[in-house]
């Protein structure tokens, strides 16, 4: 590989570019992770990390990727043979689904196109037909990285409360926490499932479940067996501090940092800085004449626009020249979606001119690769900027 001059641009959503300052504040000799330094670093995030998920109970964090939190959801609130109630909103509800077959729960999936978020009404309907309250979960993927689309997840809450059924409610916001507006306890959600390599800006490695009273509740009933997972030794060292076992102590240093960064910014600024610029990407797909993949407005995602290619054209082939011509990194089509769309992530610690870089390696990669389009999306883009 040659020298390239100039930063990559790391425009898929998520893992998310690194800001300096967490890179910095991770770079120190590992402390002892059950010294007295520790206990500090522990008690400061394991407080700081709850006012993110806006939660007044416990979050527990994993040396794990969220694959690993979404398996600790699961086998800490169910038991062999119980039913989830899963959403086809993409691909990584699919996995999620997948990961709970494996684990022995049966799965009903209320099937989507992949355009649009969980549907409330049917999650509504379900829960009313099922009077014998088989079904122990309802498990919603909050920002669906596959396709850019959101989940109404207060809406889905208020569905299960009109069917008046006791089944829990699981949420993955791996890739929506601290760029969508998220709001665990005011959701009613029972576990929140999330990562370290998206809006957080850290590197991958550490994940999330932020859990409710009725989650603990069931935890003393769940029979899925779990060592590495269980919450109950993770609370219990959490107490004072510490973890049950060798913890990330470099990615909790970036923590402490993205935590700070994150409440000087003000995370309701952070939400808007995301909405502002998912706005003007949609707006210049709209200008190229390409299609914008989520088809409903209220759930569009803030994290990541996927965007459609015309008919006979392939979205990794257009990924791979502007790779090579432009050293970006888009995000590529997942499942059934593999080279019909490509996914620009505008996540995390980007600003204007970030953005308009990456529209700009945009813009020139279709005409690089003969992806038919108008001119003109970049522009677009900046005049939307400009004015707002
Ligand atoms: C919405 C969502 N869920 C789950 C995962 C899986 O997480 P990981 O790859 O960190 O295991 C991802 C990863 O991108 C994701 O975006």
Redesign the pocket.
Known sequence: MSYKSGRHFLQI??PSPVPDRILNAMSYQTIDHRGPEFAELGQEVLAGIKRIFKTDSPVVIYPA????A?EAALVNTLSAGDTVLMCETGQ?AT??HELATKLGLEVEFIPGDWRHGADPHAIEARLKADTGHSIKAVCV?H????TGVTSRIAEVRRAIDNSNHPALFLV?T??GLASADYRHDEWGVDVT?S?S??GLMLP?GI?FNALSDKALAAAKQARLPKSYWDWQSMLASNATGYFPYTPATNLLFGLKEAIHMLEVEGLDHVFARHQRHAEATRRAVRAWGLEVLCLNEDEYSPVLTAVVLPEGHDADRLRRVILERFDMSLGAGLGKLKGKIFRIGHLGDINDLTLLGTLAGIEMGLSCAGVPHQAGGVQVAMSYLADT
């Not at 990727?65 to 690993?68: F, L, N, R, V």
């Not at 920002?143 to 596959?146: A, G, L, P, V, W």
């Open positions: 959503p998520g990727s969220g694959t690993g979404w990584f996995l999620w993927v920002n669906e990285t596959s993955d791996i890739s499932v990562g390599q998206k991958p994940s």
